[in-house]
């Protein structure tokens, strides 16, 4: 097992040495205002016989889950997912895919929509052979937080007399994002997580063991330095390996990134918000505030986009969208992407799959339009017929898409040296492998509700269980009318046939 824990604190933030101490087998950090990135490794003969048999059906799996509230993203932690837990997987050729669904119940809750892969995932688009982080299948849904996961760990992992392992469990509530991956080279199953920020004080105490002297310990406490390149990030601080190191050790080192922060001197920020009235046709809005930041692009070859992740009762119309001038209505360049349950017919009661997942290019303001205070560009999408519900109206949950520039890279970059790079995200698989994505950071608190939730909640006009007996009376009674009307016809046509034979008799 070997474990990699690294705090990035803010340049400006106070930070000196002596907050780390040393000794023996442990590492204790005191005071620390930093982000927290854990990542822990196991070996597949580390890993409980339920899961390990599971994983054997696996060629790769990874597990992304984001918080549904607004972080903090700090380099080289910066690349996003819309909230909710997302699934890539790739199983092995003959493999017997029914136990996937069924452990990933075990692991997240049983509300889970997945019931096997085969009707559950859809197909993964691959827009560039070349790019090898790329799944065969994909599974998505709105999970508010890892409880389930949670107690899983501490009741299947963790010995009872192994506080520290419960402990460490229980800090995934308030994780702001998790990844979990696993594949058939590497026979490694990893654990990374991310806090913005501890839960409570604001600043790290712990100590950190290595009690067994095995296991490989290593903590960087960093910060990011200005880096010599555009395509990368540098990093610069004290490396300490647990059990092994007598003092934190000063470092500084660069690497490419695949994943970038926009600079402070241009536009960051989006929101996203829903058009009024919603209706069965609900409009999702981006906003871009224009001003006093220029909304200009990190270099010359990049292009705007966003990545939608929509839950099977919302879906995009293809054929709508291929129309060239009403994308240019919308501020919408063209639908690079679109995978998943697009039947446009399906009501959502019959949709097996999870949903759809979308890429879309926007068409960013020229530099004469970005003098306006915002600038929006707008989605249209569909809603599936919903079951019936008390009062006509039900509650709908849409995530926050994801919004980047793509920029291309200086050949021969090497991004797999990146030790903290990050993959199968969904849209990164839409591009080549020599593509940078500088990051816009969700603006949660500027969307109106104020509570920096990711989700957008929709009110969406449904069948109104208190009147479905009127429904059905009228429609019997109409039925029943139309009948009669009907039948009253033959009869007339009937006598009018008889009549006129009578009247032809009597001319005889």
Known sequence: MRQRITFLHQPEDAFNQEQLQVTGNTLSVKSLKAAREYRITFGFHELPQELALVLKQCHEVHFRWTSPYYYLSIAPFISRTSPGLHVFFTPQRNAQLGELCSFMRKLFGQNLNCQIPEKSFTHSPILSDRFSHASAFQFYQLLPTLKDLVTYIQQNVCSSTDPACHARASSLNVVSYLDIDFDTISQGLVFNAFWESPSQSGHWNEDID?????????VGVLANERPTEPEELSLGGFLTVVGEDDNPSPTLFSFPARHH???????????????????????????FPTSPLPFTPPTTSCALHTYLTLPSYLFADKYQLSDPLFLSSKNLAAIRSLSGETDLEAPDWVVDKWGSSMLVELVPPSSAESTKDDWTADIPLHLRYLPPAAGGIADVEVPWP???????????????????????????????????????????????????????????????????RYVEVGTVGVVLLGFAWVCWRLLRVINMAEREVRVEKKRD
């Open 261 to 287: 922060p926009l600079p402070p001197s241009i536009l960051s920020t989006f929101t996203t918000t829903f058009s009024t009235p919603i209706g069965l046709h609900p409009t999702l809005r981006l906003t």
């Open 402 to 468: 994801v919004v980047f520039w793509a920029c291309n890279a200086q050949e021969g970059l090497k991004m797999a040296v990146n030790p903290f790079d990050r993959v199968n995200l969904g849209y990164d698989g839409l591009f080549g492998p020599r593509t940078m994505f500088y990051h816009f950071s969700p603006d949660a608190k500027g969307n109106g509700n104020g509570n920096g939730s990711l989700i957008e909640t929709i009110q969406v006009p449904v069948l109104d269980l208190e009147r479905v």
């Open 210 to 218: 290595n009690v067994s002297g095995k296991d490989k310990v290593e």
